[in-house]
């Protein structure tokens, strides 16, 4: 069974910093690129960061870039999320994902359950 668990989230101060983690199990971890994506309270999904296979490629959306970093360690099946400089609209429930390519275009197949991240005074 394909599986995706987040951990990691809390409630840190604006400026701060905090690191999620995602473990993957029931898939061969190394042979997919994997995504983070996030939700706002009361707003749609948005996509945050991707990463290739071997992990030395990265992509951030506007927002995070430059303040994110998004890494993984094939040997762990795990996938890292540092943030850093956290601003209050970085609060949101953050998700990793397995991403398939199709048709040129990217998907989410696998999703974790979230873990909350909160950036408050």
């Known amino acids: 069974e394909v599986q995706v668990v987040e951990s990691g989230g809390g409630l840190v101060q604006p400026g701060g910093s905090l690191r999620l983690s995602c473990v993957g199990s029931g898939f061969t971890f190394s042979n997919y690129y994997m995504s983070w994506v996030r939700q706002a309270p009361g707003k749609g999904l948005e996509w945050v960061s991707r990463?290739?296979?071997?992990?030395?490629?990265?992509y951030y959306s506007d927002s995070v870039k430059g303040r994110f970093t998004f890494s993984r360690d094939n040997a762990k099946n795990t996938l890292y999320l540092q943030m850093d400089s956290l601003k209050p609209e970085d609060t949101a429930v953050y998700y990793c994902a397995r991403v398939i390519y199709y048709n040129n275009n990217y998907y989410f197949d696998y999703w974790g359950q979230g873990t909350q991240v909160t950036v408050s005074s």
């Open positions: 990463i290739n296979t071997a992990g030395w490629k990265t």
